[in-house]
């Protein structure tokens, strides 16, 4: 090979320039040309975008910093459909004008549907990414084949967590320790909504921020169960704190949040309102009376407040975590083709030593019988109904991925750059200006 095009697709999240930078290392290794492509799938189905040499001379971009936040190549929600043929032709037409030999895409469940129809065109193949964590397998086996039970083996876990999970899971845990110590100071209850749509791994993980509630999509709620909890633990410490999955469902599987059915490019409801729909029922249920003979609050409308920790999860610095195994993704996904193959993912596995490795997995494992990819959802087993918080094994699950999550540099980071005077007196620079004089145009070279 030697042109490979590399494109980063679907909402953003904090890792993917480490993924960029480790697919680019291995390529200068190998004397592979990468061409980035600009704004997802835009980048190859447009012909006329433009398109950026990110290791000219076989050496990486000073641009792509693997710990810089979002993507330096952008992205969009648009993918290409199988059954658009004039689109797939244009498509064609395009991977011959940049003389691509081998395409990666870095995304999550809706990339890898998106790319099945251009695995006929080229060796095409995926390194994930995704805040929610909802790309993998928990055993091997669809959800509602699976049963919570102690026998649950995490090396089983295809693709255990997603680049960009980690950081959602720390920018959630923060917001929920600093919404806790208002809460107290004001014997309030506050429900904090986290990200993750149908999937409740960022709103598992949040429980490092010790919440009293945690609620995921996957476990249906049951108003007068909650509400007997909150009350119950309001009673012994005069403040609550909720977090909420923003797809989390009602006994009648009624989503609370999707006020309205708006759905974005890629077919997903856009959730909206989780915690606020969550607090009027409580407000309803829990009623002014049982404040009011608290004596610390008047009424339950101002006892109950919401917060949603909302796009801050998916922006800025990637922890130490993600910027590591987005690497290693990266890296293995130019691997991948250089071994010729293609309709593959680089898949992050648990070893039997609690380390992590990183294997190539046919994409095929991850389809149903009609070749459609589902969001990974939380596994029963790692959470607990009648707590209403995860499980054991929930904690099993995130003990390798979390322990040593942060690295010293993070910290560093924080201490050198946050309050550092020149904030105060340069501009923010873009980092897609710097991109943007990088850019090339088919039959402009
Ligand atoms: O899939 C990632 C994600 O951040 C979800 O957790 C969230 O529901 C959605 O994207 C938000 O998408 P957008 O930024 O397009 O509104």
């Given at each position: 090979m030697k042109r490979i095009g590399i494109l980063t697709a679907g909402g953003d999240t904090p890792a993917l320039n480490a993924t960029l930078h480790g697919a680019a290392a291995r390529a200068n290794d190998a004397k592979v040309e990468l061409i980035g492509l600009l704004g997802g799938f835009n980048g190859l189905l447009d012909r006329e975008a433009p398109y950026v040499r990110?290791?000219?001379?076989?050496e990486t971009i000073?641009?792509?910093?693997?710990?810089?936040?979002?993507?330096?190549?952008g992205s969009s929600r648009r993918y290409v459909s199988s059954t658009d043929q004039a689109a797939l032709d244009s498509t064609r037409q395009r991977i011959n004008d940049l003389k691509l030999d081998g395409l990666v895409c870095v995304g999550g469940d809706g990339t890898i549907n998106g790319m099945q129809p251009l695995c006929d065109l080229l060796p095409t193949v995926l390194a994930p990414k995704t805040?929610?964590?909802?790309?993998?397998?928990?055993?091997?086996?669809?959800l509602e084949n699976q049963v919570p039970g102690d026998?649950?083996?995490?090396?089983?876990?295809?693709?255990y967590a997603t680049p960009g999970f980690a950081t959602a899971v720390y920018v959630a845990t923060w917001g929920i320790r600093r919404i806790r110590t208002t809460a107290e100071s004001h014997h309030r209850i506050a429900i904090v909504e986290v990200m993750g749509r149908h999937s409740g791994y960022i709103a598992a993980g949040s429980a490092y921020g010790q919440p009293d509630i945690i609620l995921i999509p996957e476990a249906p709620v049951s108003i007068t169960k909650l509400v007997d909890r909150v009350r119950e633990i309001y009673n012994r410490q005069k403040n609550v704190v909720i977090v909420c999955g923003e797809g989390i469902i009602d006994e009648e599987g009624v989503?609370?949040?999707?006020?309205?059915a708006t759905t974005d490019p890629a077919g997903n409801t856009v959730l909206s309102g989780a915690a606020e729909a969550l607090r009027n029922r409580l407000i309803e249920a829990i009623g002014d009376d049982f404040f009011q003979q608290t004596g610390r609050v008047d009424t339950a409308e101002r006892a109950i407040f919401t917060r949603k920790v909302g796009h801050t999860q998916r922006g800025g610095r990637p922890l130490k975590f993600d910027r590591y195994q987005g690497t290693q993704l990266g890296g293995q996904t130019i691997e991948m083709l250089l071994a010729g193959r293609n309709n593959c993912f680089a898949s992050l596995q648990l070893g039997a030593d609690g380390g992590f490795e990183v294997e190539p997995r046919e994409t095929a494992i991850l389809r149903?019988?009609?070749g459609v990819v589902h969001a990974r959802r939380v596994h029963p087993?790692?959470?607990c109904c009648d707590t209403l918080n995860i499980s054991a094994i929930g904690i099993e699950y995130l003990l390798p991925i979390f322990s040593?999550?942060?690295g010293a540099d993070d910290v560093e980071h924080v201490r050198q750059s946050?309050?550092?005077?020149s904030n105060l007196k340069e501009k923010y620079r873009s980092i897609s200006v710097a991109i943007a004089r990088r850019a090339e145009f088919v039959g402009r070279e």
């Open positions: 990110l290791n000219p001379l076989f000073p641009e792509l910093d693997s710990t810089l936040g979002g993507t330096v190549l805040i929610d964590n909802d790309l993998g397998l928990n055993c091997g086996v669809p026998d649950f083996d995490l090396t089983q876990m295809v693709n989503e609370l949040g999707a006020s309205h149903d019988d009609d087993s790692f959470y040593e999550a942060i946050l309050f550092d005077a």
